[in-house]
C-alpha cells in the first residue's frame, strides 16, 4: 500500500506542473476568434468528475442495525423511464423556466435554443478548443434555424423526454450539495434508430439549504426519491413535477439556471451535456449556462461550451506526441491517477483530471479520444512511468489496462469504445446501448405504467445496483448505529465515529 505521505507527495507534484504548465503560452494552439470567450477559465477541481464523486465514489462500510430498513426499486426511485411519467417534463417547459429566471428582457425559449446550436458553426467555433481538436462546423448548427417547440408528436426537431435520473450517489460526504438531478431528452427523429439522433442531458447540482446539518440537510431529498417506489402513478408525477420544476419545502427547484453553471461561486453547480449524432462522428460535448450582466441588468442567457469534465485529450496519450502538455501530462499528472485507477471495484475506480488537460469534444468514434490506441504496445517513458506506480503498489494490473480503465471513464469509452473491454483484475466494462445508456426506443418489457424508454445493460446490471446499495445504505443508517459512515464524524456523530 503507498503511504499517505506519499500521496500527498504526488498531488503537491501535479499541482506544481499544473501550475507551471498554465502559465506556458498556448496561444499557437488557439484557432477561434479572440473575442470569443468559449471555454471556462482553467482551474484544478479534483472534486468534480461528472459520474464518480462523492458518496458513491467512496467504499461504503456494511450496514449497522437501523430502526428503519428501506428498500428501492431502481426504475422508480433512480432512473425512470416510464413515458406515463417523463412525458410530463417537456423541454419547452423546461426552457421556459431558464429564460423566465434569466430576466433578460425579450428572451424566448425559441431564442435561447437557436443560439445555443449556433455555438456549433463559425464564427463562433474553431478548429481546436483549449488547445485540442474540434470539429467545427456540425452539421447540429442546422439546429439555430429549427422550431423544435411546434407540432408536437410529429415535429422530427422536437426534443421527447426520456429520463429523469437521481444522482444522490454524486452528493459528497461534507454534504455541500446534494448530489445531481438530470432530464434526459432524445431528438424525435431519432425513434427509428440509424442517424438523425441527438440527446441532452439537463444535469443540475442541488444546493444542500442546510449545510451545517451536512449530508442529513440532504436526507428530504433521498426520502422523496425513496417514496417513489411503490407510489401510485399520479403520486410520482405530481412530487417529481414539484421537485423539478417548484422546489421542495426549504429547496429550490432543480430546473434553475444556477443549477446548470451560472453559480460561479460557493456551492457547485452542474451542466448540460450533449451526445451528439446528427452527423457522424458520434460526439460528446458539454455546456454551461450562463447568465450576463449588463451594469445592473440581465442582458444575455447562454449556453455556453466548455470542456469536457475528465475528458483529457486524446493526444496526451501518445508517447510521440508534440503537444505541450504531453509532457506535463505524462510525467506527473496521469502518473499520479494510477493508485486511483487501480482500485479493483468496477464502480469505485476513479481519475481526476485537472481541466486544463481537457478536450472540448469526447469522439466516440475513430482513434481520435481512444487512448488506448493513442498509447499503442511500443514501450515508451510513459508506459514505465505508470509501470513504476504499478510497482509501488504492488499491483499485478498492467499499464495498458490502466490506460483502458481511464478510457472507459471517458464519454467516449463509458458509451461505447469501452464495451466489453478488459480492464484487468478480472474486470470487464459493461455494453452501452449502443453510444447511449438511455434509448430513443421503447423496451420490449413495459413497466407498471405501459411503455417505458430502454436503458443500457451496464446502467441495469452495474452501476444501477451500486447507486441503489448507496440510497439505501444513506436511507438506513443512523447515529448510534455503532457504523461510522463516510458522512458521519466524530462531531455530528461522536457515538458512532
Avoid at 458518496?55 to 437501523?66: D, Q, R, T
Wanted: glycine content about 8%; proline content about 11%.
Amino acid at each position: 500500500m503507498v503511504e499517505k505521505r506519499q500521496l500527498d507527495w504526488r498531488r503537491m507534484l501535479v499541482c506544481a506542473v499544473v501550475a507551471l504548465a498554465a502559465g506556458c503560452d498556448n496561444t499557437e494552439l488557439e484557432t477561434r476568434p479572440p473575442e470569443l470567450d468559449l471555454a471556462e477559465p482553467v482551474q484544478v477541481d479534483p472534486t468534480r468528475h461528472p459520474e464518480r464523486r462523492g458518496i458513491g465514489a467512496m467504499a461504503l462500510p456494511p450496514a449497522g442495525p437501523s430502526a428503519m430498513v428501506v428498500t428501492v426499486d431502481p426504475r422508480s426511485s433512480l432512473l425512470i423511464t416510464d413515458d406515463a411519467i417523463v412525458r410530463n417534463f417537456p423541454l419547452l417547459r423546461v426552457m421556459t423556466q431558464l429564460v423566465t429566471q434569466s430576466g433578460v428582457p425579450g428572451l424566448t425559449p425559441l431564442a435561447l435554443f437557436q443560439d445555443w446550436w449556433r455555438t456549433a458553426l463559425p464564427p463562433n467555433c474553431g478548429p481546436l478548443f483549449n488547445g485540442f481538436q474540434y470539429q467545427c462546423p456540425r452539421i447540429e448548427g442546422n439546429q439555430s434555424t429549427v422550431n423544435p417547440f411546434i407540432n408536437p408528436g410529429v415535429n422530427p426537431d422536437e426534443y421527447i423526454p426520456l429520463a429523469l435520473v437521481n444522482r444522490f450517489d454524486l452528493a459528497p460526504a461534507s454534504g455541500v450539495d446534494c448530489g445531481e438531478y438530470r432530464i434526459i431528452y432524445g431528438k424525435r427523429s431519432g425513434i427509428p434508430g440509424g442517424g438523425n439522433r441527438n440527446l441532452l442531458i439537463f444535469e443540475a447540482v442541488l444546493p444542500n439549504p442546510n449545510p451545517a446539518l451536512g449530508l442529513n440537510g440532504c436526507a428530504p431529498v433521498a426520502n422523496f426519491w425513496a417514496s417513489l417506489t411503490g407510489a401510485p402513478l399520479t403520486t410520482r408525477i405530481t412530487g417529481l413535477q414539484n421537485f423539478y420544476f417548484t422546489g421542495m419545502p426549504g429547496f429550490m427547484p432543480v430546473v434553475h439556471m444556477d443549477n446548470y453553471g451560472n453559480r460561479t461561486t460557493g456551492v457547485p453547480t452542474g451542466q448540460v451535456r450533449t451526445n451528439q449524432f446528427i452527423q457522424p462522428p458520434w460526439t460528446l460535448r458539454e455546456f454551461s449556462v450562463r447568465r450576463t450582466m449588463c451594469g445592473a441588468t440581465p442582458c444575455q442567457l447562454n449556453f455556453r461550451p466548455v470542456t469536457v469534465k475528465v475528458n483529457p485529450g486524446g493526444t496526451l496519450f501518445d508517447p510521440l506526441s508534440a503537444h505541450p502538455l504531453s509532457g506535463p501530462f505524462q510525467n506527473a499528472v496521469f502518473p499520479a491517477e494510477v493508485p486511483a485507477l487501480a482500485v479493483n471495484d468496477i464502480n469505485l475506480f476513479n481519475n481526476t483530471i485537472p481541466d486544463m488537460f481537457n478536450s472540448g469534444q469526447s469522439n466516440s468514434q475513430g482513434p481520435e479520444n481512444d487512448y488506448r490506441f493513442q498509447f499503442g504496445p511500443a514501450p515508451s517513458v510513459f508506459r514505465n512511468n505508470i509501470q513504476n506506480e504499478l510497482f509501488l503498489l504492488g499491483s499485478p494490473l498492467l499499464p495498458q489496462e490502466i490506460v483502458e480503465r481511464s478510457l472507459a471513464l471517458s464519454c467516449a469509452g463509458c458509451h461505447e469504445l469501452s464495451n466489453g473491454a478488459n480492464l484487468g483484475g478480472g474486470l470487464v466494462w459493461p455494453p452501452s446501448a449502443g453510444f447511449v445508456h438511455v434509448g430513443e426506443q421503447f423496451d420490449p418489457a413495459p413497466g407498471p405504467f405501459g411503455p417505458r424508454f430502454r436503458i443500457s445493460p451496464a446502467l441495469n446490471a452495474v452501476f444501477l445496483p451500486h447507486r441503489k446499495a448507496v440510497l439505501e445504505t444513506f436511507l438506513n443508517s443512523s447515529c448510534g448505529d455503532a457504523i461510522c459512515q463516510p458522512w458521519e464524524t466524530p462531531a455530528s456523530c461522536p457515538a458512532d465515529c
